[in-house]
């Protein structure tokens, strides 16, 4: 399995920091914002990623992080020309995959819950369709309070029955978040999807497909769940990390060695 982070966001919320750095290597609390979700990736035995950079910000992305044998891990790069969505920049990636399944972390979230059961349940799960078998999707859910701003799970029995891309009116307070996870059929589907009123390719529409041919599981993220794009989220999870061990602690090798050194 793949890791695809997108990372091509310019971060006009949190100006004027993004013209000093790019968003995700901004600092939340002791670590560039990136290292969260890498280092959740890392936990979870995937140490194979892919960065999907601005190509204003990429130099910037592999000058920090070169190829990632310093902090263990393997890092690619590509570049996303043009802003239209996160199903598009997943595309990007697609050469750099090759046949591997993909999961997808936004650049500027931070997850508090190991990811690693995720993984597992993901790496099980088997579908049959048309007379061959698929892994299909699992789907991350977080409760949220605001709802309209997130793609929504629509629930019933248990099981998601659609998503929803900003809701006027939500079914629930479910949003579905990073970790994403796809079979490599991502790929095929998302040449077939189109722009939606924003003029983006939605993940969530990625992820409803799965929902509608019946391949979609989904789990619930309990821990705290951060996406950090205005500065007052990126207070409250500097605040929050301050406070806790597991993600304050948490740090790669090589950086443990320097501040050893």
């Known amino acids: 399995m793949k890791a695809i982070i997108p990372a091509a966001g310019k971060g006009t919320r949190l100006k ?16 560039p914002m990136i290292f969260y979700p890498l280092l959740s990736l890392q936990e979870a035995g995937i140490n194979d990623i892919i960065i999907v950079a601005d190509k204003d910000n990429k130099n910037e992305f592999e000058t920090f992080f070169g ?16 802003q239209l969505g996160i199903a598009h920049a997943i595309g990007m990636a697609e050469e750099l995959v090759g046949e591997d399944d993909i999961v997808v972390v936004h650049g500027d979230n931070i997850i508090e819950d190991d990811i690693t059961p995720i993984v597992k349940e993901f790496q099980k799960q088997s579908f049959n369709i048309g007379g061959k078998k698929v892994k299909g999707a699992k789907i991350s859910l977080k409760q949220v309070s605001d ?23 939500p079914k629930s307070n479910l949003a579905t978040v990073s970790p994403y996870f796809f079979d490599n059929r991502a790929f095929d589907i998302i040449r077939t999807l189109k722009p939606s009123d924003r003029g983006e390719y939605e ?20 821990g705290a769940w951060f996406d950090v794009g ?22 790669f090798e090589y950086i443990n060695k320097l501040m050893k050194d």
Not at 16 to 31: F, R, W
Not at 149 to 156: L, Q, S, T
Not at 232 to 245: F, G, M, Q, V
């Open 147 to 169: 709802p309209k701003r997130f793609g929504i799970a629509e629930m019933k029995d248990g099981k998601i029955i659609e998503i929803v891309e900003k809701p006027n009116k």
């Open 203 to 222: 993940i969530s529409e990625l992820a409803d497909y799965y929902v509608k041919e019946g391949t979609a599981t989904s789990s619930e993220i309990t």
């Open 67 to 82: 190829n990632g044998e310093k902090f263990g891990l393997n890092i690619e790069y590509v570049i996303q020309e043009k």
């Open 230 to 251: 205005t500065i007052s989220t990126l207070h409250e999870a500097s605040d929050y990390i301050a406070k806790n061990p597991r993600l304050a602690e948490k740090n």
């Open 16 to 31: 004027p920091l993004t013209d000093i750095a790019p968003k995700p290597l901004l600092p939340v609390y002791n670590k």
